[in-house]
Nanobody, 122 residues
Framework: QVQLVESGGALVQPGGSLRLSCAASGSIFSINYITWCRQAPGKQRELVASIARIGGTNYADSVKGRFTISRDNAKNTVYLQMDSLKSEDTAVYYC????????????????WGQGTQVTVSS
């Protein structure tokens, strides 16, 4: 079972940018979806973005136009480029492998890791 490790979180000012990385212990080529999710204090974990094996992407409405998910199969890494960051983006960010149902819901395939903390504050 592939393991995924998140990195790249930091303290950043509103309007700033960060790039998160999700490094896999093995090949991600055959994984149907890689997702980025986040969990803010006192809130449920929510899906932020996903990228399909064939490259299609999906974003939460709250991050559309600001975040970009991409994958580098050669490096077994998925990235989340976050621009125009807002205070409400503050959360622990997690990546996971997933399958997607026709309903649009995701089934996550690996145990959740430690995540990486993103704090947006002046």
């Amino acid at each position: 079972q592939v393991q995924l490790v998140e990195s790249g979180g930091a303290l950043v000012q509103p309007g700033g940018s960060l790039r998160l990385s999700c490094a896999a212990s093995g090949s991600i080529f055959s994984i149907n979806y890689i997702t980025w999710c986040r969990q803010a204090p006192g809130k449920q974990r929510e899906l932020v973005a996903s990228i399909a094996r064939i490259g299609g992407t999906n974003y939460a409405d709250s991050v559309k136009g600001r975040f970009t998910i991409s994958r580098d199969n050669a490096k077994n890494t998925v990235y989340l480029q976050m621009d125009s960051l807002k205070s409400e983006d503050t959360a622990v960010y997690y990546c996971n492998a997933a399958n997607r149902y026709s309903s649009g819901n995701y089934s996550y395939l690996t145990p959740w890791g430690q995540g990486t903390q993103v704090t947006v504050s002046s």
